[in-house]
């Protein structure tokens, strides 16, 4: 008790005397601090929250522990593989700091759960995410809170701090950031002329999703439902009936081969004479024969073991696999694959830690990369492609998480959220101007919100009963009446649309919009989520809708200039 | 091998098996205070999946000892304990526990500095990193010259409040390769590559073996000892305010015979003597900013110390894989500026030498 005594002490007398103040040490023992995401960064972060004297800390993550965690999240250990990370890092930190009261959710940062008023209850949210889309949505809610934001990231050697206030500074949705990769791929990349390894990669994910997972419309190959592994099936056992295990067996091969055929023979022949009309590719294709198909489906069941492969997918200084090699595992997996399917009668997702899955698209890749002589990757990188792995690293953590947890203590000691520093870690020193030395951690001026930003201009707090006030009531009360828009149209971000605005000439009023217009917030649960809400003028705002009991109606502009 | 990979997957993406078995079989040994600084950089080498680390701490009572924020353990081997559990395959000692297992006999009790001095001699570690000078009676110096003459990286790292140094001393020969993206040979390549020219190469088998191998270039950088970093702070002119400081903290600190710790005013007024005696003239701001310092005086901030030991980390890994150029030689972290930079002290000679040395020395085509 002691010991724990002096430790708190040592703690606060080093923010006193950083400081200057008592009352900083007296903010930071008050005040309540939300951490989203406990990984990498997150894991650092909470440490040092813990030890830098926060007591009230609450930590949202969805995320279970994996092996490739314990690099670097030292709150985790092998025996946790499986666990939830904020219970885990909740249990860690409360025996490391006694003292510290830390609560934990298991769930999305973007569930309906965590109302405004939860955010509300924050002095500041630090953003530990590993993904654009929550990050997008925390910088949103964090806007409409009005509390600030300290958004991390880390990849590899580099890393980030951004603190965020909108409306008084640049926020997280300011600059548009790239969406992810596939979605910009067009189709007839990935179906008729890749042009790198990563087209081939996809096309190979694409593939596999087509024969044994959920077929979905945007996939490029949803045209070939015919080749679905159910659909297969159901065509060979209504065949015959006769003998079972050599059945079995058949109709895996005739399957094998019928796949293999269609997709690197086949197809690849059809791609062959469409490019024979244009004159600029050349080039002729490199494709499979129907002997090496032969051969390979001999004998394949020896020659290699998921232990095997599995070694090698971890090492990443194999070889790329020879079209002949691929050509076997492929058959290799796609055997493994079928009699996996065959037991659990289910769909099979993707998998890039799953050896067999991960073959398959690697093989899948290679023999489409050779035979459109691209240069193929092996299974450690297709690994890293597939999975959209992100290399990280404890100490670009550790200094992420130093950096973030005193700027949020300069911010609680009187500083405004602007006149912090956006910090950048870097790999290479990077010349100072005005110094003469480099810098690899550098501060960046925090800059003013862009013009065009809906979040921090336009966003549109609505306050009321959710279980009294219609959606009519929200929309002519509301929006029309006290805000003096004119709505042309509301949503929800998942694409529900709860108001249109009727067409002038073609005054159709659909009996499902009235039936809409009548229903309370609360019935169509729409409240505590952002909203989009365009004005018949073409300017784009936000709404949330705050639940409150038997509160009036009101509407208000959060950033009125 | 496998189970390890799988842990290791992410920072093998970023730097390789090669690096990753040459951590593994590294040895590094940490002594100094058992701060927070201490820990974090402990863990972070742990979690990397170092080969070897031992941690020895000052001995006896030490007047003035800074208030530090640990939490790992509350002694030695507490924190031992929870580094094993963090990685259960690295060898982790205290510095007493190892030389019990490894030296039985060898040693007679003698004073911190003679113990490590033969700890370095036995030259086992490649890495020594010295974790805060020790108040009253500074061992830096020494230490560092020790290790100079048993081939051992050196690394001394202080934290002060809201500050953070770190001085390496790697010796007046460190080797390191470094990706050359100027070799005339690779230029040849890419334009073959690219076909758009016919290029007719003497060697042209043996280029198209080497197509996927980077070509390197062995580097050499000679630095100045850590007598010789503290001694040009205050012959140069143009030292920075963040020098002045620890060269004024380590002199004051060294004369510390108080138990209790001084109020800032007392401490400021030394800073002016020290000034003036060393004939140091500084503009008004910085001026403001050294009497700000003075208050961060043997206190320890957890999130500093986590950015420093980052920082220290990411080196220490750079000098195991010898792939990349360390931070030649000082680093210095300003928690309220936002800023880590790197500058370079040292005496002229040496700063001519290492810089001539650089341009001219021999490239090597692996």
């Known amino acids: 008790m002691d010991n724990e005594c002096q430790d708190k002490n ?103 759960k965590f109302p405004l008023e939860f955010f509300k209850q924050f002095v500041a949210v630090i953003c530990a995410l590993d993904n654009h889309k929550a990050r997008l949505y925390v910088n949103e809610v964090c806007a409409f809170a009005q509390i600030p934001m300290f958004e991390t990231g880390s990849t590899g050697y580099q890393g980030q701090v951004i603190p965020i206030l909108a409306g008084s500074t640049e926020c997280y949705s300011c600059e548009p950031k790239p969406q992810q990769q596939n979605e ?130 971890q090492n990443p200084h194999q070889s790329v696999w020879t079209s002949e090699k691929a050509c076997e595992v492929f058959i290799f997996c796609l055997k493994q694959l079928l009699r996996k399917w065959k037991e659990s009668q289910s769909i099979l997702m993707f998998d890039e830690n799953d050896t067999i899955s991960l073959a398959f698209v690697t093989a899948a890749s290679t023999l489409r990369a050779e035979a459109f002589g691209i240069v193929p990757k092996n299974s450690f990188d297709v690994r890293g492609a597939a999975g959209r792995i992100i290399p990280a690293l404890s100490t670009t953590n550790a200094v992420i998480g130093g950096v973030v947890v ?15 520093y956006n910090a950048r870690l870097s790999q290479v020193p990077r010349p100072r101007p005005r110094h003469q030395d480099e810098a690899i951690i550098s501060p960046e001026v925090i800059r003013s919100p ?34 003096k828009l004119d709505p042309f149209s509301v949503a929800t971000d998942s694409g529900f649309i709860i108001y249109e605005a009727e067409q002038d000439d073609q005054a159709i009023s659909t009996a499902s919009s009235s039936k809409i217009d009548t229903q309370t917030i609360a019935q169509l649960q729409l409240e505590e989520q952002p909203l989009s809400v365009l004005d018949d003028s073409g300017v784009n705002y936000r709404a949330w809708i705050k639940h409150q009991c038997d509160v009036a109606l009101t509407t208000e502009l959060i950033f009125r200039e | 091998m496998s189970a390890t990979s799988a842990i290791y997957d992410r920072q093998i993406r970023l730097w390789g098996l090669e690096t990753q078995s040459k951590i593994s079989t ?79 006999g060898r040693f007679e009790k003698g004073n911190d500095v003679q113990t490590l001095s033969r700890l370095v001699e036995t030259r ?34 202080e934290t002060v409040g809201a500050l953070g140094f770190l001085i390496l001393d790697l010796g007046s020969n460190y080797t390191y390769r470094s990706m050359n993206k100027s070799h005339p040979s690779s230029k040849a390549r890419n334009i073959a590559n690219n076909k758009s020219q ?51 903290m380590r002199q004051y600190n060294e004369q510390c015979h108080a138990n209790s710790h001084p109020d800032v005013q007392e401490i400021q007024k030394q800073l002016e003597m020290f000034l003036q005696l060393h004939n140091i003239v500084t503009r008004h701001s910085e001026l403001q900013s050294l009497y700000n310092f003075c208050s961060f005086m043997n206190v320890e901030m957890i999130s500093v110390s986590s950015c420093l030991a980052g920082i220290l980390g990411r080196e220490i890994v750079k000098l195991i894989s010898r792939n990349e150029k360390p931070i030649f030689n000082t680093f210095i972290f300003d928690a309220f500026a936002c800023t880590g930079s790197i500058v370079q ?16 020395s021999i490239v090597y085509d692996i």
């Open chain 1, 10 to 112: 040592n703690i606060y007398e080093g923010i006193q005397k950083c400081f200057g103040s008592l009352q900083v040490v007296e903010t930071v023992r008050q005040s309540k601090i939300l951490l989203v995401g406990v990984g990498g960064v997150g894991s650092e972060v909470l440490k040092n929250l813990a030890f830098s004297g926060f007591v009230n800390i609450h930590l949202v993550d969805l995320d279970t522990i994996s092996v490739s965690n314990l690099n670097r999240q030292f709150l985790f250990r092998s025996e946790d593989v499986g666990k939830w990370k904020a219970i885990v890092a909740k249990e860690r930190i409360e025996k490391l700091c006694p003292w510290s009261q830390v609560s934990a959710s298991v769930d999305n940062i973007r569930s309906r």
């Open chain 1, 184 to 313: 910009q791929i067009p189709v007839c990349t990935i179906r008729h002329r890749p042009e790198t390894v990563e087209h081939c990669i996809v096309w190979a994910m694409y593939l596999f999703d087509v024969l044994f997972g959920n077929l979905e419309d945007s996939n490029p190959l949803s045209d070939e439902k015919d080749y679905k592994i159910s659909y297969l099936a159901s065509d060979s056992v209504s065949n015959s009936e006769t003998k079972k295990t050599d059945l079995d067996e058949d109709w895996e091969n005739m399957t094998c081969k019928r796949i293999f055929h269609k997709f690197f023979i086949e197809d690849l022949q059809s791609i062959q004479e469409l490019k024979k009309d244009t004159f600029l590719s050349l080039s002729t294709l490199k494709i499979p024969s129907k002997e090496q198909l032969n051969n390979c489906l001999l004998n394949v069941q020896q020659k290699y073991s998921i232990e095997e492969l599995k070694k090698e997918e």
């Open chain 1, 406 to 420: 005193f700027q949020l203590l300069r911010f609680l000691s009187g500083s405004p959220v602007k006149d912090l």
């Open chain 1, 450 to 483: 862009v013009e065009e930003c809906i979040i921090c201009h336009r966003l549109i707090l609505v306050s009321c009963d959710a279980t009294k006030v219609t959606v009519m009531q929200f929309i002519e009360d509301g929006l029309k009446g006290q805000l």
């Open chain 2, 26 to 104: 590294s040895k590094v040994l940490l002594y100094g205070y058992h701060s927070g600084l201490l820990e974090e950089l402990a863990k972070d080498l742990v979690l990397t999946g170092i080969g070897t680390l031992v941690i020895g701490e000052y001995s006896g009572e030490t007047l003035g000892k800074p208030t530090l924020v640990n939490y790992l353990g509350q002694d030695l081997e507490e924190l031992v304990k929870a580094l094993r559990i963090l990685n259960p395959n690295a060898q982790i000692h205290t510095m007493n526990s190892y030389i019990e297992e490894n030296l039985p």
């Open chain 2, 124 to 157: 086992a570690f490649g890495i020594f990193g010295l974790i805060g000078e020790k108040v009253g009676s500074p061992v830096g110096l020494s230490l560092d010259r020790i290790c100079r003459d048993n081939n051992t990286l050196f690394a001394y790292v």
């Open chain 2, 198 to 248: 016919v290029i007719t190469l003497d060697d042209s088998d043996e280029e198209k073996e080497q197509k996927s191998q980077p070509s390197f270039v062995e580097n050499t950088l000679f630095y100045p000892t850590l007598e010789e970093v503290f001694s040009s702070i205050l012959s140069q002119r143009s030292s920075q305010k963040y020098l002045i400081f620890l060269t004024f």
């Open chain 2, 345 to 360: 002290v040292a005496s002229r000679v040496d700063r001519k030498r290492s810089r001539q040395d650089e341009a001219d």
